[in-house]
């Protein structure tokens, strides 16, 4: 990289928030599983959208490319630099708006964290739709640019169906803004559902309004243990079609819970140990609990029941500090695929089947939000490098009618599969897109499509 235009960015940002120090730019320069890592000339740390603006000019000018970062929480190594780029950090565009209580809407800062909107909503009266367990570090144009999905996702949808408008910048450093709050408004092409998922190579997301949620102040967790796969899609089933509220429905199995208590020193669950365990959660303006139980009263397995927040926090931590238990144990390949829920059990017992067989070295770990048939194959005990598993895992997947980015975007950990489950139609149109907005590739070069891919 040709470093000579630092000094026009150093006057935009101010020399304070251009990070060139190694021990400065290392928590930028690795990802959240260790597993992606790439160096980066500097950090540049803009402070509003007219500095991301003016930042993102400077570099396509210099034809300088960039790789935008938010809470560095991502699975697929899209958000850390590969080859050189620069890093543009968002964390400092964090305000927050006034809640709009007519409407339910707020205007977020890419910045904020998942948890400070929360916070500054709940304050306000609202909740927010779209909650996750990185909620303390991972931003909200993070999670626009990756469509993250969470544990709500069966009763609000993911990211995108919060999106009220986007201000987002351009590969030119030209800025979008729609941020106005109208529920309702066709002219043109929705930029802001395009960005939703686009993984930062369209645009740089910088603010976004969002649609809240009403408070529901009753909740009811469930924690089953269950036989198998097939006995939670089928409890799922029943309750879903027998409440009203189903916040979220998660399934995991004896070889997580085994090691979330490892390491988080958690004891048995109050359900016994089972080979799968099913958790259910409900929300409601009132009686939560009686929802959920009596849409279980049919179902004779061991339950345990939760409405006090600590109680239901017990119960989530079996699901919730998977991916922290994993991580503590190694680096893991992650695959997070989605299937459709009459194939699910039969993906289950056919990839722990291949992998027993195929690649005995491999420790799979499953686990996921079974209502909306995304599983997150985690697998230990390989090399970074060793792809064998992950080919098995995705070509099953593709297979079997599934996807293979479920809810953290294919990065770079997925270009090589693109193909399995998007037509050569499909990569043409995502292409053209691609390089109308950004013709000279330099926003998060390398994601999606690959590195040689968009250069033939
Ligand atoms: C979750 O559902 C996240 O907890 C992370 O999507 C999944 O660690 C994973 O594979
Ligand atoms: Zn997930």
């Not at 960039?66 to 560095?72: A, C, F, I, S």
């Not at 819970?257 to 958690?266: C, D, I, K, W």
């Not at 109050?270 to 179902?299: M, R």
């Not at 053209?432 to 907005?437: D, E, G, N, Y």
Request: hydrophobic content about 45%.
């Amino acid at each position: 990289v040709d470093v000579s235009f630092i000094p026009a960015l150093r006057a935009i940002v101010g020399a304070t928030h251009i990070l060139e120090d190694a021990d400065l730019r290392r928590a930028y320069e690795t990802d959240w599983t260790r597993r992606y890592h790439g160096s980066t000339p500097f950090v540049v740390r803009p402070g509003n959208t007219d500095e991301v603006a003016a930042v993102v000019a400077a570099c396509a000018g210099a034809g300088v490319s960039l790789v935008p970062q938010g809470g560095n929480t991502g699975l697929v190594g899209g958000g850390v630099p590969r080859a050189g780029e620069v890093v543009l950090s968002l964390t400092r565009l964090n305000t927050l708006s006034p809640v709009d209580a007519v409407g339910g809407e707020v205007t977020v800062g890419a910045g904020a964290t998942l948890a400070q909107l929360q916070q500054h909503v709940r304050a306000a009266g609202w909740n927010f739709g779209v909650d996750l367990a990185s909620r303390d570090s991972c931003t909200i144009g993070g999670m626009i640019a990756t469509n993250a999905g969470g544990i709500r996702v069966i009763r609000y949808g993911a990211m995108r169906h919060q999106l009220v408008g986007i201000e987002a910048v351009l590969a030119n450093g030209q800025v979008i803004r729609r941020l106005p709050g109208l529920r309702k408004d066709n002219t043109g092409y929705d930029l802001a559902n395009l960005l939703a998922g686009s993984e930062g190579t369209l645009a740089v997301v910088t603010a976004a309004r969002l649609r809240l949620i009403p408070q529901l102040p009753s909740r009811a967790v469930a924690l089953l243990a269950v036989p198998h796969t097939a006995a939670a899609l089928a409890v799922t089933a029943s309750v879903r079609a027998g409440t009203t509220g189903l916040e979220a429905a998660e399934l995991f199995f004896s070889e997580g819970v085994e090691l979330v208590r490892r390491h988080a020193g958690l004891p048995a669950p109050p359900v016994g140990t089972s080979p799968a365990y099913l958790l259910l959660e409900c929300a409601a303006p009132a009686n939560a609990a009686d929802e959920l139980s009596s849409a279980l009263s049919t179902i004779d397995l061991p339950t345990a029941f939760a409405t006090e927040a600590r109680q239901r926090e017990g119960l989530w931590a079996y699901r919730e500090r998977h991916t922290e238990a994993i991580s503590a144990e190694g680096i893991p390949h992650k695959l997070d695929v989605a299937l459709p829920l009459d194939r699910l059990a039969e993906f289950e017992g056919r990839v722990r089947q291949h992998l027993r067989e195929a690649v005995p070295e491999a420790r799979p770990i499953l686990f996921g939000h079974v209502g909306d048939g995304n599983i997150h194959v985690n697998i230990l005990g390989l090399d970074p490098d060793d792809d064998r598993a992950t080919d098995a895992v995705l070509q099953l997947t593709a297979e079997l009618g599934g996807s293979i980015s479920a809810e953290h975007g294919i990065g770079v950990a997925k270009t090589r599969w693109l193909h399995l489950t998007r037509s050569p139609a499909d990569i043409a149109a995502m292409a053209a897109i691609k390089s109308a907005l950004d013709p000279r590739g330099i926003l998060n070069p390398g994601v999606i499509f690959g590195m040689s891919a968009l250069r033939e």
